[in-house]
């Protein structure tokens, strides 16, 4: 079963096939530049596309049997939006009973967009598109644990390798590790020292 897991290579090539991984000289929001780009949603356009990325994942929890014998009582996850797609795809893969989402609320606060309360939730798988940080997906489980659940897997397409390799003690499975290059200021960018276009972008 391992083997129907599609290396970290066939996984990129569908990501540059999408335009959901691109190469270049990006300035974001923040003012920090940095020479790739993920566009995530890109690749979650094409269905057939999102459909191999999210079983891919799907396998890495399949193989878990920590994991798999609690199936189909468990819940899939998303921290954000971005992470709707792989959760209904992780879902279908998995045949598990429930997906919840959140979203970040004004003020800030990560809050599940469905209304649940304490002892619904079936233990806890959360799925992401990008772990760039980490952050969304700490605050994620740290609802899931307010909400008296437990998180039993982590998942994402793509987790930079400045994030964290775990939740607690529950490792994050990626189908790719990709380390990010970010540039703070454009006077440490080696793309502003080489005069290459700047591409503004929104996220
Ligand atoms: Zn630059």
Redesign the pocket.
């Known amino acids: 079963m391992v083997n129907l897991i599609p290396t970290p290579e066939a996984v990129m090539q569908i990501l540059k096939r999408t335009g959901a991984y691109r190469e270049g000289?990006f300035?974001y929001p923040s003012g920090k530049?940095t020479p790739h780009y993920f566009q995530m949603p890109l690749a979650f356009r094409y269905y057939d596309t999102a459909r191999v990325l999210a079983v891919a994942l799907s396998r890495k929890f399949r193989i878990d049997r920590d994991i798999s014998s609690q199936l189909p009582k468990v819940a899939i996850i998303s921290p954000s939006s971005g992470g709707i797609p792989v959760a209904f795809g992780v879902r279908e893969a998995l045949s598990a009973e429930q997906i919840y989402w959140a979203e970040r609320e004004e003020g800030g606060k990560r809050m599940f967009r469905q209304y649940v309360n304490q002892g619904e939730v079936n233990p806890c798988i959360i799925v992401d598109d990008i772990i760039r940080s980490g952050s969304a997906i700490e605050e994620t489980a740290e609802r899931v644990k307010e909400l008296g659940a437990t998180v039993i897997g982590c998942g994402t397409i793509v987790r930079f390798t400045s994030a964290p390799e775990s939740i607690g003690d529950v490792p994050i499975k990626s189908l790719i590790d990709f380390e990010s290059r970010m540039?703070d200021a454009?006077e440490d960018?080696?793309?502003?020292k080489d005069k290459?276009p700047?591409e503004h972008v929104r996220f």
């Open positions: 000289h300035v530049h540039y454009a960018c080696k793309d502003c290459a700047e």
